[in-house]
């Protein structure tokens, strides 16, 4: 019997990352900042994995989280990052509470393409919004930090922490959940529905806790994107950003906690490098890496790790 | 009443077009359950590649029927070629991995058919406006529609009846139904499933190439046509039953008059009106209208 080391390490992730943060060049600042920010949506598409939910619109969410965020800041004159990033959660946590009413009732393929119909319709309706930019989406102004105001690079570093810290808790509250009696029940579902049933569990409770779940947490990851950007606009809710989401929840395998936000680094660094450097070919890196981790590593990157310890039980 | 009529009949046509461009994802994910996002990529290749035919064939002075002819070979054929290519040396490796694994394998050969087309072709828009010109317009009922159009609509239904008699009346196609209805067991029975996979995925790379040839003389060909085209022949396909191709046409049919009608009674809602109608139909019947519900495992 091992001893869950999981929390404490994540903590001491927490404090590595924070002093990190203070001494990385500007560049790789923000670039993990966006990266913690979207893994955080991908630790939330990694729950709704494991109890057999998988979601190509999350962007429905991840959209929800970053227009609230922009939205708020600029009609209503809010600037605390904090206040923002906790908005855009709420938001796409009343969403996901709606919905999940009618999501729950899906399974495999047809909630896929159920949840990637509406995040489709938000698409629709954010292009076609003039108010809201269109196409081409609005600028945010920087935001202000519990009353203190930090811009520039000061401001990169301070929104990294609030990143940092936000996607670590959520990772450690996320692996709680995943413990409880909701979400051992979530595998269990994904295993025999109809037994789960007989035991006298609600499956359809279970799926709409952890559909709200994964709503609320890739409503956080919008927000902070939408922040650290400084810009948003209709494709954060296109499904090629929530086929990403797929893609790097089924790259990090549900192993551990922390391989999603590993492989979101991961991802993100390969897209920008090679945006940087092959700016006409970008695409096609990014899905010949597909591919290959596809082909050559089938049970994911964290495998890596793990080939090199073995260690017992899941996640 | 005009506007009724003019929505029926725009509508008829848009059905025409999402037939065509959906029924080779509904065939491949009849037969090898693999959603293929790919499909978008042989809808552009077909495109351009008709576009760059049909210039060609035009700047040769040749006499200009045979356009069409160029236009439906060119797309077949890039459509017949790289989908062999792509089954046989890619997606054969990965078949008895999980569904949405194979859904990204699509997805990421999607992301490098965007940029080799790029490469191919550059990113200045191509025309190939000829066959389309070449029909000239006609007035039905007082309003004028280009005769191409209503030729593609005959092109569908023609392809949808070839499509039921190929896979009612023939032995392939009656083989071809067998392995949809069980896999293990066709292979058993000494059907080939390997090659059918082949077959089925190169026809529907085929049907997808085809879908961007026949749209090539009505646009300008630029990149990034074939992104949206994956969601739209999704969201044809789950309307009418993933896999099912009277389900495709019905459908095509339905998602064709809804955004019509958008179209012409409130164009705001055009954009989205049509996964509007996905989510309505499957809030109602889940497995789309085609679809068979499938037994739960106890």
Known sequence: MFRDLTLPALAAALAGLLALGVVLPSWLVFLLTVAFAKGLVVLGVVVMMRAGLVSFGQGLYFGLGAYTAGLVTNFLGVTDAVALVALGGAVSAVMGFALGFFMARYREIFFAMLSLALSMILYGILVRSSTLGSTDGFNLPSPTYLGLVAEGVVGRRVLYGLTVAVTIGVAMALHRFVRSPAGVMGEAILTNEIRVEYLGTSVTRVLHITYVLGAVVAGLGGALVALTAGHIDPDVAYWTTSGEFVFVAILSVIRHVAAPLLGMVVFETIRTFAFQYLPYTWQMVVGIAMLAVILFLPSGLWSLFARARQLGGGA | ?298
């Open chain 2, 1 to 298: 009443m005009q506007k009724f009529y003019v929505i029926l009949v725009d509508g008829t046509i848009y059905f025409s077009w999402l037939f065509i461009v959906s029924i080779g994802l509904t065939l491949i994910y009849g037969v090898m359950k693999i959603l293929n996002i790919a499909h978008g990529s042989f809808y552009a290749l077909g495109a351009y590649t008709a576009a760059s035919a049909v210039g060609a064939y035009f700047a040769g002075n040749y006499p200009a029927a045979g356009s069409f002819l160029v236009l439906i070979l060119a797309g077949v054929a890039v459509g017949g070629v790289i989908g062999f290519l792509i089954e046989r040396g890619l997606l054969r490796a990965m078949y008895g991995r999980d569904e949405i694994v194979l859904v990204l394998v699509t997805y990421a050969v999607f992301l490098v058919f965007e940029d080799l087309i790029k490469l191919v072709w550059g990113v200045d828009p191509y025309f190939a406006y000829q066959p389309y010109a070449l029909l000239g317009r006609v007035g039905i009922g007082g309003i004028g529609f280009a005769v191409y159009d209503l030729c593609l609509l005959a092109l569908a239904i023609l392809l949808g009846i070839f499509a039921w008699w190929a896979l009612n009346r023939t032995r392939q196609g009656k083989l071809l139904l067998v392995v949809i209805h069980d896999r293990e067991i066709s292979t058993a029975m000494g059907i080939n499933v390997s090659r059918m996979f082949t077959a089925t995925f190169v026809i529907g790379a085929m049907l997808g190439a085809l879908g961007g040839a026949l749209t090539a003389p009505g646009i300008s060909v630029v990149p990034g046509i074939g992104v949206d085209v994956i969601v739209l022949a999704f969201a044809v396909s789950v309307i009418g039953g993933l896999g099912s191709i009277a389900g495709a046409a019905i459908g095509a049919l339905i998602v064709g008059l809804a955004r019509a009608s958008a179209v012409h009674l409130l164009p705001e809602v055009e954009l989205f009106v049509i996964y509007a109608v996905m989510a309505v139909v499957l809030a109602f019947r889940p497995q789309g209208l085609f679809g068979r519900a499938v037994a739960r495992k106890i």
